[in-house]
């Protein structure tokens, strides 16, 4: 046995991978994008009878501008969290949209999970505490499934 696969056999505790929540699916986007681009232009039109054509214009813009933010947000979809548990190590990744890896392996037996909480919220913040140092986690969930995770 190496020590590359002396990790490999520790039981794991916990897992998981956290990643940010999309509501909105690429047929709803192209749906969405079609009704949005048609009104703009419908209504542009409008304008555009009525002699007020640099209206027109910021009705393309809008469309233009709409579609950019969408994709920006998908783009930024790609990033995720893993948080495993082993009885020897509590490792944390965290992976950009970019695919910017970060690492941090921890010792669970001086690890505590701390909280930031709002009285009509619910948990706004966690973060991992060892030796003075905290490592924010879970920042993608909401605060009902913040206060799952840290159960």
């Given at each position: 046995?190496?020590?590359d696969n002396a990790s490999n056999l520790d039981p794991t505790i916990f897992s998981a991978v956290i990643t940010p929540h999309r509501s909105l699916q690429r047929t709803g986007f192209l749906v969405l994008m079609a009704?949005?681009?048609?009104?703009s232009f419908?209504?542009?039109?409008?304008f555009l009878i009525a002699d007020a054509w640099p209206v027109f214009g910021f009705?393309?813009?809008?469309?233009?501008?709409?579609?950019?933010a969408f994709r920006l947000n998908?783009?930024?979809?790609?990033?995720?969290?893993e948080v495993k548990v082993t009885p020897t190590a509590l490792t944390v990744r965290k992976v950009s949209h970019r695919g910017r890896a970060r690492e941090w392996v921890l010792n669970p037996?001086?690890?505590k999970l701390d909280k930031i909480s709002h009285?009509?919220?619910g948990i706004e913040r966690?973060?991992?505490?060892?030796?003075?140092?905290?490592?924010?986690?879970?920042s993608f969930l909401g605060p009902d499934e913040k206060a799952n995770f840290a159960k």
């Open positions: 046995m190496t020590a009704a949005f681009g048609a009104v419908i209504a542009g039109m409008v009705f393309g813009l809008d469309a233009v501008l709409l579609y950019w998908y783009r930024h979809a790609g990033a995720y969290e037996l001086w690890v009285e009509e919220y966690l973060f991992l505490v060892t030796r003075g140092k905290q490592l924010a986690i879970a």
